[in-house]
């Protein structure tokens, strides 16, 4: 007499795709391309004056910031574009045509080398054509 044996029906169909690690994965390429956005706007090769006290402070993510980078040989770039004196003055009057609460900080990257006149010039600029928010960046000694 033949004894049959019953198996259990070890093939089952998967109903529902673990999106956990998908969903981790997702965030954490979020995280990190929120950190290097701001990184990737300063793409002018400044070399900032060094400062002991102020500096190291990561600029506020809720604030917006228009880069001004002056390189040692005395040309202007707003962010990576380069721009004459002329198109910063009125890059600076579209700015200060926003509301005030929109505007943006003026974040002004000067070379260390650079005659602090060009810096001057730059912030009495944007003072004439009504923008108040500015800083001038520096790297920690």
């Known amino acids: 007499m033949a004894r049959s044996f019953s198996r259990p029906n070890r093939l089952h169909v998967i109903s529902e795709l673990n999106v956990t ?65 002329a198109q910063l003055e009125s890059e600076f009057a579209s700015l200060a045509a926003l509301p005030e609460a929109d505007q943006p900080v003026i974040r002004i990257r000067g070379d260390g080398v650079l005659s602090y006149q060009k810096i001057i010039d730059v912030l009495s600029a944007a003072k004439a054509k009504g923008l108040t928010k500015a800083g001038l960046d520096t790297e920690t000694r």
């Open 21 to 85: 690690p998908m969903l981790d994965l997702c965030f954490v390429l979020l995280i990190i391309f929120m950190i290097a956005t701001p990184v990737l706007e300063q793409t002018t090769a400044v070399n900032l004056p060094k400062a002991d006290k102020g500096a190291g402070k990561t600029p506020d993510a809720k604030v917006q910031y228009r880069v001004v980078s002056i390189d040692r040989n005395g040309a202007y770039s707003i962010g990576a574009r380069s721009v004459s004196f």
